[in-house]
């Protein structure tokens, strides 16, 4: 428990309860455990299940209002305590007042005199407790809605439609306006829904922006409060003329709102283009494995970079905006002043005696600070009106709808699993707005979106507790069904039948079966995975049960994977299971479901990405298994041979629509059974991987009727009784991801170099210097002119008023404290007893008017200069830092980004740089600004009084004592707050790529719960940091008090005596020379801390990267390499040096243009011989030389840019297609037509002369510019005999990742963009696992023909891929076990099996595989 919970009132008072979290920050590196906990009304958990509650009361309500309402009694005591404080701060120069009263005139008892200094001290130390208080308050009520808002904005994130596969239909004004500035661009934008940038940015700036404004909003409540009583004061003094000055202010209202709407449209353009910039810095962190492969790191990065000026062009805009509303708000008060004075002389003729002269100047000079402190909350309250709009914005988008039919509601004919009569698209930027698209019982038509892939009157009824197979070609709709059921589509009509258990609902478990009976159990096509051990992947949140736990690995082909691995099931995955080959993250995936008590299971193309062995083992021994006995399994899969004598239920997708769907053999009966069956023709005549069962062949009716119905899920219970060891976990697991790093101790006077180099160097803060000794120039010489205007009445009074006057230099006007607003506003009516008329002289009233306004002009421009100057350090450090940890981050190592979380390198882009942008210069140049007024000071008072030496020494002991300590300490809860942050930032991200499998859990409850408990460890050192604040201000007020109290004891002590002039100005130069010692602790601090966001860049800037991209004179030739020979010797490879050795020596010779295949089982390096012919990984020993050049002796560019990949994980980015294939336009539209035909995804009669503009909104373009039809067969981009609609022009949209388009679209847009390269070397990894066989084998035959003067390296599961090929390489846990000819492999004539003849005997198709292989011998020989 926090000891703030029990504290006592005086340890409450003082933030004395704070003292241990002091010691330990003076001391040693403050951890998270060193922080007591928050007050329970403070944590996550409470703060937004309290708003819940309120939420449900005020539905109606807006977002500000509910917050408003529901933080309204905080508000309430905040605001006392501003009332208090500001009345406090009069009180101090009114005993001041009296005090010099009695200075002046001693008949005044001298214990009255003593009286006034107590009070004062009293004061001070009353100020500074209540206004402690109030800042105290603020920063719980911005803990408690920092919490808040971010709490929303997640729930939102799991509840609100999936818009990861949104694009944005083009409508005819689209791409016109050129300079991007139409109405209908603008427009379209705002009104899209939240991209993960957006979503991103509002986490990590706006809730900020909104929440901070809790802190500081007490100033536009206290800054009238004392434009008030100067107006009373000034009227007292001068009359109604003070009444006209102020009257300006009123006249400046319309003024100030136009600035202001000016101010609030710049911020939401800038929010806008900083939402665009982190969605495509995301995406290339995102691809960056692509973006390496491809050599395309300059490139992408001057991509980012450009969105980055837009962006620094909006900050621009928003900087001069910033100017207009200094420049406004610093000449109100000139305007004020020079219109009260011209009234008062010229127009109520008032004699302007020293007394009202000086009286009514200190008193304008007051008004400055809260009428210039008004546009600084005017501006905050401005950017948090956005950022709340924004959020708003985003939280009233729409959410998935309960699109389920209640298994209570069920009629006779409807299916208690299926659709019935169901319509549905995905969503498109109109659609996903309507609040009502996916309502039950809407009353308004949807109406079906050409453009968009839409499934089409689906109805089926899918068995309970059996297996059910969904096939067809690549891009027909299946995964689409899948998430159809799962209610994530925009449903048009009809209705969807799947038991779904509410979330605030108990789980309800069958006795029997031990199942949830509403549970379902979902693996999406694209393996979703935590960053997290395998076992807590598997676990997701269930509890351990080692029996079942152990037979899940055992059926999910996982045990020999967990063996190999050396921390076994506790082996840290890394972000999207970085470390795991394909097979392994879709097969923890589906040990996941398989865990999970769920009776539905929902399976998308699971099968694809492992091989034909491990393939057969999970269909006998998992699908078909005990463990899934009583469970229903609907199961997307291309290989339909090996499952169909086993499934009850068998539908065949294509184009959106159920072309034929029943039982085995009601389908045979229909004869329909030879189109499912066609659907995967071409795996019975040549595919390994299509296993058959009881070797029967399932191609002919009679085979089909004849297999006797299988006993499902008992027959191989025996054979999982040998698996039931449990699986034995590393004792000391290894984290693949280690904890954020930070730095320790004060920040280092390189981080301080790295900033001032970066505005601007030497020059820079030269010129900055000098604009500022002008400014102060000019405001000595505003102070000095008042003296000479005085001086021009009572040249006796010089002495005084100079002593006086300059008791208001002290400090800047314009310092946004309220503790300096208003001290002694009153202290300095000048007395009249020092006035004699008789020394007046006659004056020009006009004369010193003029110079003074002159003066005044000038000061006012002098800021404005010195804003301008700052600005613009602040624009180049932030364009010069952000270039520099760019290209920092895209040169960095594979390893880099496997072992650092997505949201810890998005951390420094967003949050950090939102720092960079925003506020580091200002608060440099505040700073220096203090640095000069308490140095100004000294100087003055040391020439006055030079025993004041003796008092600020003694007070610099004091401060050095403190603040020593909260520097430390404050320094240190800085950088564990940002540390914090990143773990969130890693949440959003991982939730917003699988929030639909968290849905189909029914796991949004869980995932809330964790992300409340991150809020938690981040909110804690945020919120002691600014306890650590208070628990200064507190005793260096009372310090200060101490001073005065002491200043004041001894001036009465003095036997000499001082006159009341000295007097005033030793006592108002003492407080003030505290108070600017105070802000200078806080503001070196405040930097200490921002200077946090740029070691935390520079960490990244300053880290190891790869070898150079290019060697100059070690270039290949230009057209390396011509022959395409690769000799690999003795090669070894390590990820890390602390890692185990994966490629163990291995040898062999690739000669020119063999076709040359990769096998092996999951684990044996196949993938990372890939890597090392691309250098993501250097060798630990041996080489490689192609055509006869070491690769390691040239650059990474001239290496990476002369091969072609084609990977396993396909990554497209936004954009268009075209974009896509062809992202630097180096080819003309007929080869890009070409490429997509030459992987099938449009029919060869294209004509290359179409045109590729396609507005959506113009179903005759789409017409015109797709390709048509290519005969009977149907290809991946072909949907019965037509173009699949997202082809039909180059110019259709790709969203974010390419989620618009199906798993084996994105590999065969993968493939085409590989095969535009044209490269001498090809390398494929996995890169048809996902398209059907029918589209493989024709991808396959094509490249036999097109790559013949290529060499083709192809790692494969499907042994039928490569069964064809020159050779075949073994690899076995990075060994080479063999490397032949595949005749020579499947020969066993001399006695002895080959490990690929065992392979492919394994895989039931031998026979069919040394046919095929017979075959082509026999086509040599004829050759």
Known sequence: ??????????????????????????????????????????????????????????????????????????????????????????????????????????????????????????????????????????????????????????????????????????????????????????????????????????????????????????????????????????????????????????????????????????????????????????????????????????????????????????????????????????????????????????????????????????????????????????????????????????????????????????????????????????WTSESAKTPEANATGATEARTEDTDTFTLRNITVAFPVGELSIVCGPTGGGKTSLLLGMLGEMDVLSGEIYLPRRPLDGSKEFDPETGLLNDGVAYVSQQAWLQNASIRDNILFGSVYEEERYNQVIEVCALKRDLEILEDGDQTEIGEKGITLSGG??????????????????????????????????????????????????????????????????????????IVVQGSVQHLREQGSLSLVLDEDEEQSADSSDADTVNENDLGSSSAIANTPKPVRRKSIAKDLKDTQQPVAPAKDARKLVLDETREEGRVKWSIYKVYASAAGGIAFWFILMVAFVITRMVEVSESLWVREWANSYAPALVKFMFSNIYSVLGFSTSHLASSAIYSDSQGYQTQPSLYDPAQSVTNNTDYYLFIYAMISIGASLAHIMQTVIVLYGSLRAARSLYRKLLMSVVRAPLRFFDTTPVGRIMNRFSNDFETVDGSIAGNCSQLLQLIMSASSIIIVLAYITPLFVVVAALISVAYLSVGKKYISSSRELKRLHSVSRSPIYSTFGETLAGVATIRAFSEQSRFMGDLLTKLDDSNRPFYFLWIANRWLSVRSDSIGALVALSSGIFILMNPIGIDAGTAGLALTYALEFVALVNFLVREYTQIEMELNSIERITEYTVMAQEPPAVIEGRRPPAAWPTGGSIEVKDLEMKYAPELETVLRGISFTVESRQKIGVVGRTGSGKSTLALSLFRFVEPVGGSIHVDGINICDIGLDDLRSRLTIIPQDPMLFTGTIRSNLDPFSDHVDSELWEALQRVHLVGSGQDSSAVSVHDGDDSNNASTSSPTAAGPSTAAGMTGGKTHVSFSSLDNPVSEGGSNFSQGQRQLLCMARALLRNSKIIVMDEATASVDFATDKAIQSAIQQEFENSTVICIAHRLNTIILYDKVLVLDHGKVLEYDTPANLLDDSNGRKTHFREMCERSGELEVLLEMVRSAENKKRAV
């Open 584 to 657: 392994q993250k879709q097969r923890v995936s589906l040990a996941r479901a398989i865990y999970s008590r769920s009776r539905h299971v929902l399976l998308d193309d699971c099968l694809s990405a492992v091989d034909a062995h491990t393939a057969e083992h999970i269909h006998e021994k998992c699908l078909i298994g005990p463990i899934m006995k009583n469970r229903t399994c609907i199961l997307v899969t291309h290989h339909v041979r090996l499952c169909i004598s086993t499934a009850k239920h068998v539908v065949l997708v294509n184009n959106g629509e």
């Open 1 to 426: 428990m926090s000891p703030e919970a029990y504290a006592s009132y005086l340890s409450w008072l003082f933030f004395s309860w704070f003292n241990g979290v002091i010691k330990i920050g003076s001391t040693k590196t403050i951890n998270l455990s060193d922080l007591p906990e928050l007050l329970p009304q403070l944590r996550a958990r409470t703060v937004w299940s309290q708003f819940q509650m309120f939420k449900n009361v005020r539905k109606s309500a807006s977002l500000l209002k509910r917050v408003l309402i529901f933080n309204a009694v905080s508000f309430f005591w905040q605001f006392t305590f501003v009332v208090i404080s500001t009345c406090l701060d009069f009180s101090v120069p009114y005993f001041l007042k009296l005090f010099l009263s009695y200075i002046n005139d001693p008949t005044v008892p001298p214990k009255v005199a003593y009286l006034y200094i107590v009070l004062i001290f009293v004061a001070q130390v009353s100020r500074s407790l209540v206004q402690s208080q109030m800042f105290y308050m603020g920063r719980k009520i911005n803990v408690s809605m920092m919490a808040l808002l971010n709490a929303e904005i997640y729930a939102k994130t799991l509840t609100r439609r999936d818009m990861s596969g949104l694009v944005s239909k083009k409508t005819k004004s689209d791409g016109k306006d050129k300079d991007g500035k139409g109405k209908g661009k603008d427009k379209g934008k705002d009104n899209a829904p939240a991209s993960a940038g957006k979503v991103v940015n509002l986490m990590s700036t706006d809730t900020v922006r909104v929440s901070g404004v809790c802190n500081f909003w007490h100033i536009g409540v206290s800054s009238p409060i004392g434009i008030a009583l100067g107006t009373y004061l000034l009227y007292d003094l001068i009359g109604w003329s003070s009444l006209v000055g102020m009257s300006i202010l009123v006249i400046t209202i319309p003024v100030n709102k136009a600035v202001r709407k000016r101010y609030a449209k710049g911020q939401r353009e800038l929010s806008s283009a900083r939402d665009d910039r982190v969605t495509l810095m995301g995406e290339l962190i995102a691809g960056i494995r692509m973006i390496k492969f491809f050599a395309w790191e300059l490139s992408f990065s001057e991509k980012v970079l450009k969105a980055r000026e837009i962006e620094l062009k909006k900050l621009v805009n928003v900087y001069k905006n910033t100017i207009l509303f200094q420049l406004v708000w610093f000449s109100s008060p000139l305007l004020v002043t020079l219109s009260s004075f011209f009234c008062y002389a010229k127009i109520q003729k008032g004699e302007f005696t020293p007394a009202v002269a000086f009286t009514a100047m200190v008193l304008f000079t007051r008004l400055k600070a809260p009428l210039n402190g008004l546009p600084a909350v005017y501006m905050a309250l401005t950017n948090a009106s956005v950022s709340l709009g924004r959020i708003a914005e985003y939280l009233d988008e729409p959410n998935i709808k309960d699109v389920f039919v209640n298994g209570q509601k069920l009629s006779e004919n409807s299916p208690q699993i299926g659709m019935k009569g169901l319509t549905a698209q995905w």
